[in-house]
């Protein structure tokens, strides 16, 4: 079964289907993702709260996520496995940005990692590119900023700041990016963008004039309470369909009408002998 490369997303450019992707976090939704042929899995700093039920991404550590890339490649055959840089593994030093990254590649098993920022990050691009691991860029609404940002806005509005995105969106390329994630900025903005670099642009709240999408598993699947974030469409509302069933096996078990006989074996001992 071959693997999916960069170079290989990188021919994505351009095409006129465009192409999907998507979050994954452990074994069993890499495996699902895997089996539709979807070619790349983010495992995203979103796992802060789909996974971990923290508040925003910023407080996920290095380790909290480590363990979910190397379920991930676990159940991956085919899709290139993208490991997300979390907050503070790279800001601070490019020895920062080169030390986690490796981890991500040689203690996960991913096949690139993804970090936030454009033009402040071509040092940290670039020294973990020289390192032999592929980077994906990622510009716009930076969800890490959240504190800067005062929350998660469209970015890139007014023409000072559709701007600097793209400066960003070009120094991610410039500094060998092999793809870039443009997340919540009009659509305009992302297709001036796609047209503008060489290499895929991954949207999400970007439109549909991006190279591919991507979307958070749990969104989609309506697997994360009630909230929907405006970028995602609801595919299916798994998170009631698991709780109505859960609550089925729970009321059998009370009713004594599981386990029934075809779920257990019964028992071959011998009586015991009268003394
Ligand atoms: O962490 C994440 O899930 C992401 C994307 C959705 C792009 O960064």
Redesign the pocket.
Known sequence: MKKITIRDIQKLKGCDTPFATI?AYDYVSAQNADAVDIPLF?V????AMVVYGMEN?IPISMDELIFLVRAVCRGTKKALVVA?MPFMSYQASVEDAVRNAGRFIKEGGAGAV?LEGGTPYKSQIRAIIDAGIPVMG?VGLL?QSYNLSSGYRIQGKSKIEANKIIEDAEAVQESGAFAV?L?GIPEDLAERITKLLNIPTIG?GAGPKCDGQ???YHDILGLYGDFSPKHAKRYGNFGVEIQSKLAEYKNEVEEKTFPTKEHFITSKTPPEKAQ
């Open positions: 979050t983010l995203g700093d979103s796992a991404t997300d993804k990622h969800p994630v997340e999400i991507i979307q958070v």
